[in-house]
């Protein structure tokens, strides 16, 4: 069967056939997060088999991918009290005591993070029929980040570079359902309600360490295509996240659009997007024991009002 051509039309479809809005009340402001059961965090602990633990996170540093895209850039790190203070007598503690403190500026998705539902609007409404308006200069009133704090669930990995072969992909080349059913069979994983998946690119790898890492921030890039939608959808994951800056392929399929694909996932299903993960550690791991699923443990800061948040995510084998 071809694939369907991918057009403005497609994309109102998707949009239309699998909206969440509703489903779980009117008043929700979790979207697909609603799959995760307590049987499901149960289930997810029992993959906990040899005390293994990779961190998912970049460093929060000036080494990072901002480069100055939507006037984003790397966190700032500052101290404002420090042992040399201490040692000169600047600080006025008694009995010889002394202190160190700092101070971090960041965006809030400057690097490792998830979107919230509030992230993305589609013509003035975010997930669940709310109005965009409701984001204001004060934050969120609806689908802030804090309303995502506790995400556990069972986590799958997907390395798409190691099902073709190669070392990575290359921008431009999109990640369709097909792709991702080959994945699932080459790595003996099935994806079910619930699940975590994290999506494997390499974009990161190739791109870490170049100057203005190559573009890597809001430039072209691999990919989900608009054609995983319905993957996405019918297996009723609850957050995907991969290891590039923007989750979907760029160019945008879409001539005249941008990131359309985000348009279905989160603001027509609620489904949270995690981006510039750092996968590579644990795709080696898997590469090595066969094992592509794990207990993952992957909450935001709990930022009222947000609509994003950096994460430390932790995959637990």
Known sequence: MAAPEITIDLLNQYCAEYRNWGRWG????????????????????????QGKVFSLELPLDGNGPQTGAFGRV???HQMVATGTDHVEGTQDWPMGWGVADDTLFLFLQGG??????????????????????????????????????????????????AVRGVEHLLPGEA????????????????????????????????????????????????????????????????????????????????EGSFQPLHLVMVVAMGLFVGE???????????????????????????IPRAVGSPLNPQAIK
């Open 175 to 254: 990640i369709t359902s097909e792709d991702l059913d080959a994945a699932c069979k080459h790595h003996g994983v099935e994806v079910g309600t619930g699940d975590i998946v994290l999506i494997r690119t390499g974009d990161m790898a190739r791109r870490r360490g170049l100057p203005g890492w190559d573009g890597f921030s809001a430039g072209d890039s691999p990919g989900l295509s608009l054609l995983s939608a319905p993957w996405l959808a019918e297996r009723e994951v609850a957050a995907i996240a991969t290891d590039t800056w923007g989750a979907e392929v760029r160019p945008n399929e879409i």
């Open 112 to 161: 490792t993070q998830w979107d919230a539902l509030a992230h993305i609007f589609h013509d003035g409404m975010m997930y669940n029929g709310y109005d965009a308006r409701l984001v204001s200069s004060t934050g969120a009133d609806k689908n802030g980040i804090e309303n995502q704090k506790t995400v556990v669930s069972r986590g799958v990995l997907l390395d798409i570079p």
């Open 26 to 49: 009117d008043d929700d402001e979790v979207g697909t997060l609603n799959h995760i059961t307590p049987d499901k965090i149960v289930e997810s602990a029992g993959l906990v088999r």
């Open 276 to 302: 510039i993960w750092y996968l590579d550690e644990l795709a080696a791991d898997c590469a090595t024991d066969g094992i592509y699923e794990f207990q993952l443990v992957a909450p935001p800061l709990v």
């Open 74 to 76: 790397n966190p700032i």
